[in-house]
């Protein structure tokens, strides 16, 4: 399975989708900008998991969405 999708609504709305822990859906704006909609796996689980590792999850949320930006601009330039 891809990190990433793209997807659409048919309406002008874009979408990444991360397939891999934890899963989301991020919407992006007119501007490039992306907000998490929608968390596939739930929040508390994610921060959980990342704290008992000894990790910041605000971290990883900051990398994902990062990532995910950077995917979709990649991709529409295509």
Known sequence: MPKFLIADDGNDRD???HCHWPRFIMEI???GVGVVRI???PETEI???E???GRE???LIARLMKEAGEFFM???EE
């Open 39 to 41: 968390w596939l796996d």
């Open 57 to 59: 999850p605000a971290v």
């Open 51 to 53: 704290q008992k590792s």
């Open 47 to 49: 921060i959980r998991l």
């Open 15 to 17: 979408f990444v989708i």
């Open 29 to 31: 704006d007119e501007e």
């Open 74 to 76: 990649d991709q529409i």
